[in-house]
């Protein structure tokens, strides 16, 4: 895009030196003179041509497009200096930094995998989840299936140029295949007896909301609770419009801790979004004239919907000190189990949607985080486009905290930072006795 803009700006200015040639330096003949300037009208043409092309390019993405900003791991929340690159910032951070006494590092719950519309029929995908490597897959069926990825034959990936034959998954080496219900084996090509134990472990899975989610319990227990249904996303009432995607080093249970942290909040998230998401800089005196406003207020939910938490927030803005209540917006954001959050919105005038904001551990100490946003389909894509990419802006503050910060098993509280505990002996429930801990960190998955 850069390049095509740069192209245009040089063409326009060959084409008006040619124009506003006053006298005839080259000593043309007049027909030759003629011809040169019928091309310069021609290459205006080609140019205005393409200028338009571009901004109806433009125009088109931000109209009708979905927001997609998917960021790498080490793109947010590392500062490097001194000649580093990103990754080399965020690969000195996570071998120096002090990670505290954890909390085991995989609860219990349902966790975002893929999102539908990205796993076709009869296509497989090679998934990283809870430290373990997983073929998702969708059968001819069209149900999506998850199964262990490590063939038990020879320890092949299914998920690494394996088919999906039926409902069933074909590893790539010698053709086993595994349902996608139970992981069962249902076929050795070369021989007529299936072992009893030919199989690979099946997770409880679940398809809602447009997204696709798995079942993890340290003692393999079945699912405790179900995914609630979006029904306005289910009737189509509200849409996709785009998602984020960031990858956080912290332990899982520092990101939703958030919703209980509420002076955070007065002092991370006031500067504007204009100022954006480097600490450095956000508190610029440039931007001071716009200002957030949160008043929040979170507590558990109870039985039998204990396992899950509601904060309600209502943002206003101010500018030059003014009040602007066209942007005072509500959020109810619903949390279920460790990594699902329902943020709902509602406005008087721009109407409401849903963030799905999903936490997935990739591993101990690397979260995937992203955003889905569903908005009403009458309402215009800009809109919707704009509260995510602002959602974004102020989430990624809270990325450079979360990455260069150490966890704090008793941390020093004042009586007004009491939700802190309180949200603490909430998610305390999402662990079992045989939950996995955190036995030492590895310094050798560089970004």
């Known amino acids: 895009m ?3 803009w740069a192209a245009v700006v040089v063409g326009l200015g060959v084409v008006l030196m040619l124009l506003t040639q006053s006298a005839d330096p080259l000593h043309l003949s007049r027909e030759d003179l003629a011809g040169l300037r019928a091309a310069s009208q021609r290459l205006v043409l080609c140019v205005v041509a393409g200028v338009s092309l571009l901004a109806a390019g433009w125009l088109y993405r931000l109209l009708f497009h979905p927001l997609e900003l998917l960021r790498a791991p080490e793109d947010v929340g590392y500062i490097a200096e001194g000649g580093r690159s990103k990754a080399q910032a965020a690969n000195e951070v996570r071998r120096r930094r002090k990670v505290g006494e954890l909390p085991p590092v995989y609860p219990n719950g349902w966790y975002r995998v893929l999102d539908s519309h990205s796993l076709s029929r009869g296509e497989v995908k090679n998934v990283s989840i809870l430290g373990d490597q997983l073929a998702v897959f969708r059968g001819q069926d069209g149900t999506a299936y998850v199964l262990d990825a490590y063939c038990p034959h020879l320890g092949s990936n299914l998920a690494v140029g394996g088919r999906v034959m039926g409902n069933c998954i074909e590893c790539p080496f010698h053709g086993w295949q595994f349902r996608g219900s139970d992981g069962k084996c249902e076929k050795i090509p070369y021989t007529e007896k299936v ?11 679940c398809e809602v909301n447009q997204q696709i989610l798995v079942w993890f319990h340290c003692d393999e227990a079945e699912p405790q609770w179900t995914v609630p249904e979006q029904e306005e996303i289910t009737k189509g009432q509200w849409i996709y419009r785009g998602k984020t995607e960031h990858f956080i080093n912290a332990h899982i249970e520092e990101i939703p801790e958030n919703a209980a942290d509420v002076a955070h909040l007065g002092h991370l998230h006031i500067p504007g979004i204009v100022s954006g998401a480097d600490l450095r800089y956000h508190y610029s005196k440039l931007w001071d004239f716009v200002r957030h406003g949160w008043k929040v207020e979170w507590a558990p939910e109870s039985a039998p919907n204990s396992h899950c938490s509601t904060m309600q927030v209502n943002h206003s803005l101010t500018v030059f000190g003014f009040h602007w209540s066209l942007l005072d ?16 919105f509602a406005h008087s005038y721009l109407g409401g949607g849903v963030i799905l904001q999903s936490v997935t551990p990739v591993e101990p ?4 985080v992203t955003h889905t946003m569903f908005y009403q389909a009458n309402v215009p894509a800009p809109v919707p486009k704009f509260i995510l990419k602002a959602e974004s802006i102020q989430f990624e ?6 990455n260069n910060k150490k966890y704090v098993s008793k941390p020093l509280l004042v009586k007004e930072d009491s939700a802190i505990l309180m949200h603490r002996r909430w998610y305390s429930q999402f662990y079992g006795q045989n939950s996995p801990r955190l036995q030492h960190q590895r310094d050798t998955l560089d970004f």
């Open 2 to 4: 850069k390049s095509g």
């Open 195 to 205: 072992p009893e134990l030919a199989k690979v472990r099946s997770w409880p899975s």
């Open 329 to 344: 917006l509500h959020v109810r954001a619903r949390q279920v189990g460790p990594g699902l959050v329902f943020l709902q």
């Open 365 to 368: 100490l690397l979260q995937c």
């Open 397 to 402: 503050r809270d990325v450079m905290i979360w």
